[in-house]
């Protein structure tokens, strides 16, 4: 019995520092690669960007002769013929208009459609849930040629309110899906508390609810922003013709056709960096928000 337990003894008091040492080691290894990879992928990212801002501030020459190099003197009129002469001003403000309308219809309309499926229980509700979540497997080029014409006949076609519709409708579905699941993970409590303190429903909504779902709603609020604001595809084929109704990537796209040929690299350059200042704004601003409406649902 005496050998048994000094042979029993040095391998339970060693055995869980053997295991622990290569898991120890596992995760070490784990921790690099993960690490390494978001570094390369973070260069990947940031080089472009940093390199497209250099550049507009470099002439054309500069740009032609040692792209890589640093501009010799902050060429600033580059942003003031880019956001005049190739009229990127004006559809930057056509965005903005735009993508407010878009995103404030959208958070409204997918806030509300969310809460009821998360909360109440009503004939139907699954059937009606998942043809809202349906709308993610549907790409939007598929769908190009009939609402063309559906837009069209609406009498909406080449207008901004047909636009902003249009966008509100192809990100309902992301934002359904997103703050269904969000609504469940608020306390009960709370709501059966207002209720029986004589709420109404619809104050309970907007006075009780909504301020509690504030992180998911600036996560999904952020999202639909990007994505409206990189837009192009859908302004392509609704607004046609005038010019002066044009979203920001399409006039990029103009700009970049006519710099290709006139070689104005510097005055692309320029707009390029206009267009993407507001997106690098929103995420600084709001970053922290956006990690916290990812990682509540979890949490809860």
């Given at each position: 019995m005496k050998v048994l337990d000094s042979v029993d003894t040095p391998v339970t008091a060693a055995g869980p520092n053997s295991v622990d040492r290569p898991l120890r080691r596992e995760l070490g290894v784990a921790n690099t690669l993960s690490h390494g990879f978001l570094l390369v992928w973070g260069l990947l990212t940031v080089l472009p960007l940093l390199w497209m801002f250099i550049s507009s501030f470099k002439t054309n020459g500069e740009i032609l002769a040692d792209p890589w190099s640093l501009p010799g003197a902050l060429h600033l009129d580059n942003w003031a013929r880019a956001w005049t002469g190739a009229h990127i001003g004006r559809y930057?403000?056509?965005?903005?208009?735009?993508?407010?309308?878009?995103?404030?219809?959208?958070?409204?309309?997918?806030?509300?459609?969310?809460?009821?499926?998360?909360?109440?229980?009503?004939?139907?509700?699954?059937?009606?849930?998942?043809?809202?979540?349906g709308g993610l497997m549907f790409p939007v080029f598929l769908a190009l040629v009939p609402l063309f014409f559906v837009?069209?006949?609406?009498?909406?076609?080449?207008?901004?309110?047909?636009?902003?519709?249009?966008?509100?409708?192809?990100s309902l579905p992301f934002t359904v899906f997103f703050l269904t699941a969000f609504f469940r993970t608020l306390p009960t409590s709370v709501a059966e508390a207002a209720l029986v303190d004589g709420?109404?429903?619809?104050?309970?909504?907007?006075?009780?609810?909504?301020?509690?779902?504030?992180?998911?709603?600036?996560?999904?609020?952020?999202?639909?922003?990007?994505?409206?604001?990189?837009?192009?595809?859908?302004?392509?084929?609704?607004?046609?013709?005038?010019?002066?109704?044009?979203?920001?990537?399409?006039?990029?796209?103009?700009?970049?056709?006519?710099?290709?040929?006139?070689?104005?690299?510097?005055?692309?350059?320029?707009?390029?960096?206009?267009?993407?200042?507001?997106?690098?704004?929103?995420?600084?601003?709001?970053?922290?928000?956006?990690?916290?409406?990812?990682?509540?649902?979890?949490?809860?």
């Amino acid at each position: 019995m005496k050998v048994l337990d000094s042979v029993d003894t040095p391998v339970t008091a060693a055995g869980p520092n053997s295991v622990d040492r290569p898991l120890r080691r596992e995760l070490g290894v784990a921790n690099t690669l993960s690490h390494g990879f978001l570094l390369v992928w973070g260069l990947l990212t940031v080089l472009p960007l940093l390199w497209m801002f250099i550049s507009s501030f470099k002439t054309n020459g500069e740009i032609l002769a040692d792209p890589w190099s640093l501009p010799g003197a902050l060429h600033l009129d580059n942003w003031a013929r880019a956001w005049t002469g190739a009229h990127i001003g004006r559809y930057f403000l056509n965005s903005m208009v735009v993508v407010a309308g878009s995103v404030s219809l959208t958070m409204l309309m997918g806030a509300t459609a969310a809460y009821v499926f998360a909360r109440y229980e009503f004939r139907g509700r699954q059937v009606v849930y998942y043809l809202f979540v349906g709308g993610l497997m549907f790409p939007v080029f598929l769908a190009l040629v009939p609402l063309f014409f559906v837009v069209r006949n609406a009498g909406l076609f080449n207008t901004w309110l047909g636009l902003i519709l249009v966008y509100a409708a192809y990100s309902l579905p992301f934002t359904v899906f997103f703050l269904t699941a969000f609504f469940r993970t608020l306390p009960t409590s709370v709501a059966e508390a207002a209720l029986v303190d004589g709420c109404g429903h619809f104050r309970l909504f907007f006075r009780v609810m909504l301020p509690m779902a504030r992180p998911g709603l600036i996560s999904v609020a952020i999202f639909n922003f990007l994505s409206h604001w990189n837009q192009f595809l859908l302004p392509q084929v609704l607004l046609q013709g005038d010019e002066s109704k044009w979203m920001l990537a399409q006039g990029l796209f103009a700009l970049s056709v006519s710099q290709g040929y006139a070689g104005d690299y510097a005055r692309l350059f320029a707009g390029l960096s206009i267009a993407v200042l507001p997106v690098l704004a929103v995420y600084v601003a709001f970053q922290r928000q956006v990690q916290a409406g990812l990682t509540a649902g979890q949490l809860k």
